[in-house]
């Protein structure tokens, strides 16, 4: 049922809105069904959730405050947005820990029924601010979300306590009426998310519409907003966070390969949905195996692939720290391998939800003897699909182990994804020896596991159990070719050596870094990861007002792509944006010689587009 209100709809090109409230009120929930709703109205956008690591930070507390950013739009947008345009607050903390970033002018939705003097004082308020005129230059929507759910619930009768639980979902009916989102994708979610429970599923539907009804119906909303969908290219789309897409980006490489995919991970924040969503994937020859460690959980990987599969595992940087001396036996053994690092704040246990670029020169170092290793890194939560492929490709082709970086903030948020067509998806070839490939001097022929093709150096690779091809591997030095234990002081710098050459050859495969510099800048702004978005956003907003700046995105961090040395010596600054103290700003100032500038944040929070705006005026002026 919709109530004719007379009520005037306004168009806006772009809303940015962010649930905020204790980490048990369903602020994560509310969020991802606001823009999944958005996604299906059309409409290009982009997420940031924000939880405390705690499974039940103190209630009422600023510490405890769960929040869920999202910015929609009818045009492409590459950020979550700097601030939220509208904040819906479901108690004083929520409403303190965030006022600072709304805007002048801002909207705010707040549930009036968690103002209480209690409340105010665990949030650190000396009087109420709904009360005491602090809130006057923003736009104050004082609704009794909590007492209009347990209304809603009466029928049914929920207990208070669980009725109360619903409010989340009558805030998300309220907002999706004001915001003019689709309704039934809301209520077909709840009927499958609560089957089980007859009871949950009628009161969030309950107090679902009963936000609804109230925005048609109150007098204190003088107007409802649309954003009309954006123009996106033609093809089937899905809304997808960055671990889902990566999940799928490992499923689709392995199937390309024709091989069988081989999980060994052991439970961490952020990585843990990885193995939660390839554990659905069994229809498509994946096995997953929830190992007791992480030790275990890489080792069992490695094994996957030296029986034939493509083995990987998932982390993030406490389980790199453990990986390390199995990644290096990947790199000595030379078998494909692809260890996913979801970083986050450290060091130790560090910031677990929060998001940080801190592992680059882990994964480039960290491990012992010379041990190097390829780096791929994904930049938006989309293209955490290409990068696993990516990332496949390289291990199987190469026979190495290779790290694949993302992070938090990719890793949940989201954004519309384009589904590709298996045929548009890259080739990767796979072949596994087959015969013995070496005829020694009595005329017997054998088969010797580190002889090697002469354009990509790697090895052949014999399933355990092949006729004839039986060879031993181990972490000892081997003879080249042979494989037979080796202390020969000369064979080892050649293997060494060796290794080397075969993974500073990637960058023949790797194709040029694209430079977006249309009018001839001096200044570029070189960027990884996460930091895309942002970079974009600055970047675009800045020669809209007539700043010639240039912008370029690594993927491959190791080996770099051919021509990054000819990129850089064509401008004269370099700006580096990092969610860590330089990392990519040390590599490249050692490899390259290079003077950069750095443009560091270690908050647990992306960049601002605003931040690198101010960095790149600044070295204009400088310029100037």
Same mark, same amino acid.
């Given at each position: 049922m919709t109530v004719e209100t007379?009520?005037?709809?306004?168009?806006?090109? =772009?809303?940015?809105?962010? *649930?905020?409230?204790?980490?048990?009120?369903?602020?994560?929930?509310?969020?991802? &069904?606001?823009?999944?709703?958005?996604?299906?109205?059309?409409?290009?956008?982009?997420?940031?959730?924000n939880y405390?690591?705690?499974? &039940?930070?103190?209630?009422?507390?600023?510490?405890g405050v769960s929040s869920f950013q999202v910015q929609i739009a009818d045009h492409d947008i590459y950020t979550p947005g700097d601030f939220p345009t509208v904040l819906v607050a479901m108690n004083p903390a929520a409403l303190k820990a965030n006022i600072a970033d709304l805007p002048s002018g801002g909207v705010i939705i707040c549930n009036i029924d968690a103002f209480d003097q209690r409340s105010l004082e665990k949030a650190g308020y000396s009087q109420n601010p709904l009360e005491d005129k602090s809130l006057d230059k923003y736009?104050?929507?004082?609704?009794?979300?909590?007492? #209009?759910?347990?209304?809603?619930?009466?029928?049914?009768?929920?207990k208070p306590r669980d009725a109360e639980r619903s409010k989340n979902f009558f805030a998300l009916g309220l907002v999706s009426w004001l915001y003019d989102r689709p309704y039934q994708p809301t209520l077909?979610?709840?009927?499958?998310?609560?089957?089980?429970?007859?009871?949950?599923?009628?009161?969030?539907? /309950?107090?679902?519409?009963?936000?609804?009804?109230?925005?048609e119906t109150a007098e204190i909303f003088e107007s409802s907003y649309t954003v009309p969908a954006s123009s996106l290219p033609p093809g089937e789309y899905t809304n997808i966070t960055g671990n889902t897409a990566l999940s799928w980006g490992l499923v689709a490489a392995a199937n390309k390969a024709l091989l069988p995919m081989f999980l060994g991970s052991y439970p961490i924040t952020p990585a843990s949905d990885i193995l939660h969503e390839l554990s659905k994937h069994k229809a498509f020859n994946v096995t997953t195996f929830q190992a007791e460690d992480e030790i275990a959980a890489v080792c069992s990987a490695l094994g996957a692939s030296f029986g034939g599969a493509i083995g990987v595992t998932t982390t993030s940087g406490p389980g790199i720290d453990l990986k390390s001396e199995t990644v290096g036996l990947a790199v000595s053994l030379e078998l494909p391998l692809v260890i996913v690092d979801i970083q986050r704040g450290g060091p130790s246990t560090g910031l677990p939800?929060?998001?940080?670029?801190?592992?680059? /020169?882990?994964?480039?170092?960290? &491990?012992?003897?010379?041990?190097? %290793?390829?780096?791929?890194?994904?930049?938006?939560?989309?293209?955490? *699909?290409?990068?696993?492929?990516?990332?496949?490709?390289?291990?199987?082709?190469?026979?190495?182990?290779? !790290? #694949? /970086?993302?992070?938090?903030?990719?890793?949940?948020?989201?954004?519309?994804?384009?589904?590709?067509?298996?045929?548009?998806?890259?080739?990767?070839? %796979?072949?596994?020896?087959?015969?013995? $490939?070496?005829? #020694?001097?009595?005329? &017997?022929?054998?088969?010797?596991p580190y002889l090697r093709d002469e354009k990509t150096l790697a090895r052949p690779l014999a399933v355990p159990g092949t006729k004839g091809l039986e060879h031993r591997i181990g972490g000892i030095e081997?003879?080249?070719?042979?494989? $037979?234990?080796?202390?020969?002081?000369?064979?080892?710098?050649f293997m060494v050596k060796t290794?080397?050459?075969? %993974?500073?050859?990637?960058?023949?495969?790797?194709?040029?870094?694209?430079?977006?510099?249309?009018?001839?800048?001096d200044i570029l702004v070189l960027g990884w990861g996460s930091t895309?978005?942002?970079?974009?956003?600055?970047?675009?907003?800045?020669?809209?007002?007539? !700043?010639?700046?240039?912008?370029?995105?690594?993927?491959?961090?190791?080996?770099?792509?051919? $021509?990054?040395?000819?990129?850089?010596?064509?401008?004269?600054?370099?700006?580096?944006?990092?969610?860590?103290?330089?990392?990519?700003?040390?590599?490249?100032?050692?490899?390259?010689?290079?003077?950069?500038?750095?443009?560091?944040?270690?908050?647990?929070?992306?960049?601002?587009? =605003?931040e690198i705006e101010a960095a790149l005026i600044s070295m204009l002026l400088t310029q100037n």
């Open positions: 007379g009520k005037e709809k306004i168009n806006l090109d =772009s809303l940015v809105i962010r *649930f905020a409230g204790d980490s048990g009120d369903g602020m994560q929930v509310a969020g991802d &069904r606001f823009t999944a709703g958005s996604a299906i109205f059309g409409n290009d956008l982009a997420t940031f959730p405390p690591a705690e499974i &039940r930070a103190p209630a009422g507390t600023i510490a736009k104050l929507y004082a609704v009794p979300i909590t007492s #209009l759910t347990l209304e809603a619930c009466k029928s049914i009768g929920a077909d979610f709840i009927r499958a998310r609560y089957a089980k429970n007859a009871q949950v599923v009628e009161a969030n539907t /309950l107090a679902f519409n009963a936000g609804r009804y109230f925005g939800t929060k998001a940080e670029q801190s592992d680059l /020169l882990h994964v480039m170092f960290g &491990r012992h003897g010379e041990a190097p %290793v390829p780096v791929v890194a994904a930049s938006t939560p989309a293209h955490c *699909f290409e990068a696993a492929i990516e990332a496949v490709r390289i291990a199987l082709a190469y026979r190495t182990p290779v !790290y #694949l /970086l993302s992070d938090g903030y990719l890793a949940n948020g989201a954004e519309p994804f384009r589904i590709p067509d298996e045929n548009e998806l890259p080739a990767i070839e %796979v072949e596994f020896a087959t015969k013995p $490939n070496k005829v #020694l001097p009595d005329g &017997r022929e054998v088969f010797w081997k003879a080249d070719g042979s494989g $037979n234990i080796s202390y020969d002081p000369l064979n080892h710098e290794r080397q050459a075969k %993974v500073d050859g990637i960058s023949e495969s790797l194709p040029d870094l694209e430079v977006d510099d249309p009018t001839g800048a895309y978005g942002t970079i974009v956003a600055a970047v675009d907003n800045l020669r809209q007002s007539g !700043y010639s700046i240039a912008r370029a995105h690594l993927m491959h961090l190791n080996p770099f792509p051919k $021509n990054l040395a000819e990129v850089l010596s064509v401008y004269d600054k370099v700006l580096i944006p990092e969610m860590n103290s330089g990392q990519l700003a040390f590599l490249i100032r050692s490899k390259f010689l290079k003077n950069v500038t750095q443009l560091n944040k270690m908050q647990g929070i992306p960049f601002k587009t =605003s």
